[in-house]
């Protein structure tokens, strides 16, 4: 299984943008698409988007688009997931997750980071 | 969206005792792609079954989904003291959503 170790908590005022680091150890790494999902308190999980193996192709859950983006280091073993426009209810603990996609399926998520707790106040 | 229902909110059982929980997708759910992840507080979650009844690398036993189309199942067979924590099932067949949740506590 790859680690995942994620970046440490956050406290941003509304509308400033965050960036959440989540770096792997592990082979295979290179072969997994990273997910980024989130759990405000009190809510329950919700996943915001992922991206493939390379980096390339990023997908977005569609209640996040223009507000998240997802970026891949392959060269480092890390992706980033930055949210914009921050406003009190992405109060949550962000997290990293590995799964696979193949033609045109995605599987279960089978390693998560450890989260981050993203905290928007003014 | 495939919206995901747990039931019950709140399982109160004591160890040693068969623990099931139910989850229901709003629509069927492709190729029977659910999952079930543990949750302790604190910890990240861990997937404990994939595919509606497939075991995760480590999962004991004891843990076993069953299920397909809208209602799936997670069934622990004899509850440990370590089992007791919030349990997600998660439908990836079409995008991704997960349930609401389902704790398991001491009664």
């Known amino acids: 299984q790859v680690q995942l170790v994620q970046s440490g908590a956050e406290v941003k005022k509304p509308g400033a943008s965050v960036k959440v680091s989540c770096k792997a150890s592990g082979d295979s790494f290179t072969f997994y698409y990273m997910h980024w999902v989130r759990q405000a308190p009190g809510q329950g999980l919700e996943w915001m988007g992922m991206i493939n193996p390379t980096g390339v192709t990023p997908t977005y859950a569609q209640k996040f688009q223009g507000r998240v983006t997802v970026t891949r280091d392959t060269s480092t073993s890390t992706v980033y997931m930055g949210l914009s426009s921050l406003r009190s209810d992405d109060t949550a603990v962000y997290y990293c997750?590995?799964?696979?996609?193949?033609?045109?399926?995605?599987?279960?998520?089978?390693?998560w980071g450890q989260g981050t707790l993203v905290t928007v106040s003014s | 969206e495939i919206v995901l229902t747990q039931s019950p909110g709140t399982l109160s059982l004591s160890p040693g005792e068969r623990a099931t929980l139910s989850c229901r997708a709003s629509q069927s759910v492709t190729s029977n792609y659910l999952a079930w992840y543990q949750r302790k507080p604190g910890q990240a979650p861990r997937l404990l079954i994939y595919?509606?009844?497939s075991r995760a690398t480590g999962i004991p036993d004891r843990f076993s989904g069953s299920g397909s189309g809208t209602d799936f199942t997670l069934t622990i067979s004899r509850l440990e003291p370590e089992d007791f924590a919030v349990y997600y099932c998660q439908q990836y067949g079409s995008s991704f959503t997960f349930g609401p949740g389902t704790k398991v506590d001491i009664k």
């Open positions: 997750a590995t799964g696979y996609c193949s033609a045109g399926s995605c599987y279960a998520f089978d390693s």
């Open positions: 595919g509606a009844s």
